[in-house]
T-cell receptor
Framework: ETGVTQSPTHLIKTRGQQVTLRCSSQSGHNTVSWYQQALGQGPQFIFQYYREEENGRGNFPPRFSGLQFPNYSSELNVNALELDDSALYLC???????????FGPGTRLTVL | TQLLEQSPQFLSIQEGENLTVYCNSSSVFSSLQWYRQEPGEGPVLLVTVVTGGEVKKLKRLTFQFGDARKDSSLHITAAQPGDTGLYLCAGRRGAGGTSYGKLTFGQGTILTVHP
């Protein structure tokens, strides 16, 4: 059984650019959640995808968008990058009804 | 606004000492989870507490959920250098099968245990 994987590991972008981060869920998991973790802070919930539809969103603007694919892998897209978007982006997968979600190692995004 | 306040933010202790980390909120949570995160990795679930007043023990770690389900604590007995890491509490609000994936995290407690 493979765990949650994320790519790329690190990414450097400049302000105003767009970025796509990828997440491959753990086998059999149909729900994926994305979190933003700023340095020295706890993760903040961005949104969740279930059955390829957005299923809840945190306090993040529309320039944060996502996709979930039939194989349950997922993408996080961020448009018009701002300096404050610099953070570790974590995805977590779970199976509906289970109390355990499994986090990937994250993608470290730096916006210059 | 941080819905879950963790204290202390930093904890530096010697091997063998005991410690307690607190997680407080003015909101009621359906359940509360504790995670441990190491550098370069995602958080790893340690425990889920669901019932007010619940106490769970995992070897040297004791977790407690407050009676009103607004606060929780993590107590570590005889800390070891391997316990070093970032400890996060996370609350779930609401019900439903997908609600476990919509967590509110505290800001974390960085624990360093010196040999």
């Amino acid at each position: 059984e493979t765990g949650v994987t994320q790519s790329p590991t690190h990414l450097i972008k400049t302000r105003g650019q767009q970025v796509t981060l990828r997440c491959s869920s753990q086998s059999g998991h149909n729900t994926v959640s994305w979190y933003q973790q700023a340095l020295g802070q706890g993760p903040q919930f961005i949104f969740q995808y279930y059955r390829e539809e957005e299923n809840g969103r945190g306090n993040f603007p529309p320039r944060f968008s996502g996709l979930q694919f039939p194989n349950y892998s997922s993408e996080l897209n961020v448009n018009a990058l701002e300096l404050d978007d610099s953070a570790l982006y974590l995805c977590a997968s779970s199976f509906t009804g289970a109390d355990t979600q499994y986090f990937g190692p994250g993608t470290r995004l730096t916006v210059l | 606004t941080q819905l879950l306040e963790q204290s202390p933010q930093f904890l530096s202790i010697q091997e063998g000492e005991n410690l307690t980390v607190y997680c407080n909120s003015s909101s009621v949570f359906s359940s509360l989870q504790w995670y441990r995160q190491e550098p370069g990795e995602g958080p790893v679930l340690l425990v889920t507490v669901v019932t007010g007043g619940e106490v769970k023990k995992l070897k040297r770690l004791t977790f407690q959920f407050g009676d009103a389900r607004k606060d929780s604590s993590l107590h570590i007995t005889a800390a070891q250098p391997g316990d070093t890491g970032l400890y996060l509490c996370a609350g779930r609000r609401g019900a439903g099968g997908t609600s476990y994936g919509k967590l509110t995290f505290g800001q974390g407690t960085i624990l360093t245990v010196h040999p």
